[in-house]
């Protein structure tokens, strides 16, 4: 069982307040995910809720007991911290072993549950070598581990894979994704990689500068951004928003049409630009494309390959069903 | 190749020093060694015929050879439990953040800075006298018969001594390491269930184990050669009750004027200092690999 929820959380350091008022409510079983920019206050609400922290004022209730005042072993929560601190003298099994020691478990007992989480795990052939002998990727799964095994409440994560390479990191996502199945445990993932968060999550939470943007499905946060923030932020490549005389013509301040919901032609269309930067993924063609509209360069998608060159006119369609709506505070017009 | 040409290279530029290093080593062992050997004395140093080994049988069969023998151990070990305890526990509370930690720090690193003999008189006149030293005076004022440090307890004052003066060197090692082992390691093993005492045992103490290990090699080397302190405070005295064996080796050389036992005398401190230097390595060394 591990349901979460803080109530009028608030933490400052000294005079500088990093998460003003907060409320979150987080079900038992859930898959949560915090995204944001640097320093918006990520690990500080996951220390808070794991009691790294103290909080300034407000409550941390788990599973329905007040935990704001208790000391972080009380809390049943379990960390994979981004450096993975593994204690560096001890060997895997040791280190996996150790929060069934200091919570004083019989060693036949201790035995089988280290056993159990290396065969989940694939940490079966280097399981008496120390950590400095490992590969990133295997601490990490060391640092899992060593999580796994107290059988937590819950399960919390600060940006694990960030020190891991591309190829690995896929792998490990789809690993974390998959032990989350399995276990079916709260857990509570921080990461600024919005592909990360896309397809891990139950429920993103955005965060900017300690406050909560917006809170819902990845594909709510992806059709229905809340404000201009969440629509800039969630989505690879970003959302365009447009301002000016393009956005009056739909009674908004601000208009916004993802790169995939823009139509590309080279003889006719609504919008006329011209060509700068091409990125070609294969898959995929970017295109950055500058109009009269906006300043900077529109950003288009299209399927596969699409032969124009720089300097070259093309004539952009934005979907009309796809246009999204903000008032002069930035906030979604439905 | 490359290599090979620099190996020489450098096997060249190196040459003058290490031959210079052997020269200043090996002269003064040999002229001991050789010195050892004659019957040699101050007081007659016209005749110096050969004795063979006669020094060496008549130094180690000396009964106060034993006793330097074993003052010696005492002294070393005795420092060293003091400076390793007593430094991990000054360390420990370094690290902690309180008001006017840095003017603490200074002062706790104060002592190193002053000489063995100014040490050693301080203390001695100062601190351990029993009418005009500050234990003294403490005792008295409570109304408790004060101690006669040098004359009662003399092995454990020069102890007390020196150990004063290496504390600071082992609480600064010490604290280096210990500011070095990351916070997130003391956190996860704070969520992992573990209280301030476990922490200290199975996180802290392992990370400092090779700071450690250092500093009792580095102040062993040191404490076995222990003078000055000896010399202006008790003078290996009452009887031989505070002599180490290099004040056996001086007073062989300067009160007996007996050169050729004295030289004996520090071969042997020579072969016995390598005989602990061996074993510690092969005891604690295996912390410095890794
Ligand atoms: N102990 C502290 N004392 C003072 N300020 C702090 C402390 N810890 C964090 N901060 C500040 O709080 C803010 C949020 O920090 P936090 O580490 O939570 O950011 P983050 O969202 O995790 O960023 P990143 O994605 O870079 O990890 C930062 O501006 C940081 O400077
Ligand atoms: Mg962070």
């Keep these: ?69 208790l000391p972080p072993a009380k809390r049943r929560l379990a960390m994979v911290f981004q450096s993975y601190a593994l204690y560096p003298h001890m060997s895997v099994r040791k280190n996996i072993a150790f929060p069934l020691k200091m919570a004083g478990m019989d060693k036949a007992e201790i035995d089988k549950r280290v056993s159990n989480a290396a065969k989940i795990l694939n940490l079966d052939n280097y399981i008496d070598r120390r950590p400095g002998q490992l590969s990133g990727g295997q601490r990490q799964r060391v640092a899992i581990g060593r999580a796994i095994v107290r059988e937590p409440a819950a399960f919390l994560f600060d940006e694990p894979l960030s020190n891991l390479d591309a190829a690995l990191r896929v792998g490990m996502r789809l690993e974390i994704s998959e032990l989350h199945q399995r276990l079916k445990t709260t857990m509570i993932y921080v990461t600024h990689d919005q592909v990360e968060a896309m397809t891990m999550a139950d429920k993103i939470v955005v965060l900017h500068a300690g406050h909560i943007e917006q809170v ?15 629509a800039g ?11 000016g005389a393009e956005a009056k013509k739909h009674d908004a301040a601000t208009i916004g049409v993802r790169p995939e919901h823009i139509a590309l032609s080279t003889s006719e269309g609504m919008w006329k630009g011209t060509v700068k930067v091409s990125e070609h993924l294969g898959s995929d063609t970017f295109l950055h494309v500058e109009t009269a509209l906006h ?17 070259d006119t093309v004539y952009l369609t934005p979907q009309a069903d796809k246009i999204h709506r903000f008032d002069d505070k930035g906030l979604a017009i439905r | ?53 006669d020094n060496y049988s008549y130094f180690l069969s000396d009964p106060t050879f034993s006793a330097a023998l074993v003052n010696t151990l005492i002294l070393v070990v005795g420092v060293l439990c003091i400076t390793v305890g007593g430094g991990i526990l000054v360390a420990l509370l370094l690290d902690q953040d309180f008001y006017g930690v840095n003017v603490v720090r200074l002062l706790v690193i104060a002592p190193f800075f002053v000489m063995p003999t100014v040490a050693a008189l301080v203390w001695k006149n100062m601190m351990m006298n029993p009418v005009y030293g500050v234990i003294g005076q403490f005792l008295s004022s409570i109304g408790l018969q004060p101690i006669d440090w040098m004359t009662e307890v003399p092995l454990l004052s020069i102890i007390i001594i020196v150990a004063w003066q290496w504390l600071p060197f082992a609480t600064l090692i010490l604290l280096t390491a210990l500011q070095s082992l990351s916070s997130d390691q003391k956190e996860a093993a704070e969520m992992d269930g573990a209280g301030a005492l476990s922490i200290f045992w199975y996180i802290t103490l392992p990370h400092m184990s090779r700071a450690i290990t250092v500093v009792i090699l580095i102040q062993t080397i040191f404490l076995l050669s222990i003078f000055a302190e000896i010399l202006v405070t008790t003078n290996g005295g ?37 005989i602990v230097a061996i074993f510690l390595v092969r005891l604690i060394g295996k912390n410095l690999d890794a």
């Design chain 1, 233 to 243: 932020f969630i989505g690879s490549p970003k959302m365009n928003l447009l301002t």
């Design chain 1, 295 to 311: 300043p900077e360069p529109l950003t288009v998608r299209a399927d596969g390959e699409f032969p124009v060159h720089y300097g």
């Design chain 2, 238 to 274: 009452p009887g031989s009750q505070s002599t180490n064996l290099t004040y056996l080796v001086y007073q062989q050389a300067i009160s007996f004027g007996d050169v050729g036992a004295a030289s004996a005398g520090g071969i042997v401190a020579v072969i016995l200092a390598n």
């Design chain 1, 1 to 69: 069982m591990g349901a979460i929820r803080l109530e009028k959380v608030r933490k400052a350091f000294g005079e500088a307040v990093i998460i003003p008022e907060l409320d979150l409510d987080i079900k038992d079983g859930e898959f949560v995910v915090f995204v944001g920019p640097s320093g918006c206050g990520k690990s500080t609400l996951l220390r808070l809720i794991a009691g790294l922290e103290d909080v300034t004022s407000g409550d941390i209730t788990i599973d329905g007991t007040n935990a704001t005042e």
């Design chain 1, 216 to 230: 819902g499905s990845p594909l709510e946060l992806y059709s229905r951004p809340r404000n201009t923030f969440v």
């Design chain 2, 1 to 53: 190749m490359a290599t090979t040409h620099t190996k020489s290279a450098a096997r060249a530029m190196m040459a003058p020093s290490v031959i210079a290093l052997l020269i200043w080593m090996a002269v003064p062992l040999a002229m001991t060694l050789y010195y050892s050997t004659l019957g040699y004395s101050l007081y007659n140093p016209i005749s110096t015929p050969f004795v063979g080994f």
